[in-house]
Nanobody
Framework: QGKLVESGGGLVQPGGSLRLSCAAS????????LGWYRQTPGKQRELVAD???????NYADSVKGRFTISRVIFTNTVHLQMNSLKPEDTAVYYC?????????WGQGTQVTVSS
């Protein structure tokens, strides 16, 4: 099993909501930065949102006001609450964890927004 284990994702209608979760196998001291990226075929992976161990968040402009990233420090788990989903949010979403020396990726989970 990898350092990051994802859950959530699936098919939702436009305007709907989904919640992604990612559990890190190491503490916030080993993996201080957690976040979510997404990728569609033929495009580069892009940052969706990330959060530091002290709770500082960062969002892509395209998701501001719709997505919320949060973190449970005790379990070093990160959640991405996605509301008001749009078809252009369709992608494979990857959990990312990083430190000064390491960079980890989850296995990816498909999010499809379609009627």
């Amino acid at each position: 099993q990898g350092k990051l284990v994802e859950s959530g994702g699936g098919l939702v209608q436009p305007g709907g909501s989904l919640r992604l979760s990612c559990a890190a196998s190491e503490s916030r001291y080993s993996i201080p930065l957690l976040g979510w990226y997404r990728q569609t075929p033929g495009k580069q992976r892009e940052l969706v949102a990330d959060i530091t161990s002290d709770g500082t968040t960062n969002y892509a402009d395209s998701v501001k006001g719709r997505f919320t990233i949060s973190r449970v420090i005790f379990t070093n788990t990160v959640h991405l609450q996605m509301n008001s989903l749009k078809p252009e949010d369709t992608a494979v979403y990857y959990c990312n964890g990083r430190s000064a020396t390491d960079n980890y990726w989850g296995q990816g989970t498909q999010v499809t927004v379609s009627s």
